[in-house]
């Protein structure tokens, strides 16, 4: 069994925690915070969650950043097989382009998560090998 304690240094740690924890401030946020309103004037008569006008469609799109989060953790964590770096830079590059795509819907809220996973990639350092042993 591995040890993936010692894998992570402090940094890469703390930003994916931040991603991970914000991903799912944004699904939880999916279910609480009203983003839509019928205002009529300067009086709002009713407010809707993302979730209540949007159905099961609304949690989906709101939990996609924190799956990115989740994959990019896991990449990183498997940095010891082939390609594991490019493919967390792979997805944080297609999670940065999905929020300039959607920039004028949600991506606006999933700049800081962006920013999160851009710093755990870019402060990760891939852990040294150790030397083969003799015994072996």
């Not at 991603?19 to 009529?40: E, T």
């Not at 297609?94 to 809220?109: E, K, Q």
Request: charged share 10%; aromatic share 12%; hydrophobic share 60%.
């Amino acid at each position: 069994m591995r040890d993936y304690r010692l894998r992570w240094g402090r940094e890469t740690t703390l930003w994916i925690g931040v991603g991970v924890a914000y991903g799912v401030l944004l699904v939880i946020a999916a279910f609480v915070v009203p983003i839509f309103s019928d205002a009529w004037g300067f009086t709002t008569t009713n407010a809707h969650t993302l979730v209540s006008q949007h159905g099961i469609y609304g949690v989906f799109v709101m939990s996609i950043p924190l799956l990115f989060a989740l994959a990019i953790a896991i990449a990183l964590l498997r940095s010891d097989r082939r390609g594991a770096r490019a493919l967390s830079w792979s997805l944080w590059g297609v999670l940065a382009l999905g929020n300039l795509a959607a920039m004028f819907t949600i991506g606006v809220f999933v700049i800081p998560l962006t920013i999160a996973l851009f710093l755990a990639c870019r402060l990760f350092v891939a852990p040294k090998k150790r030397p083969a042993s003799a015994d072996a």
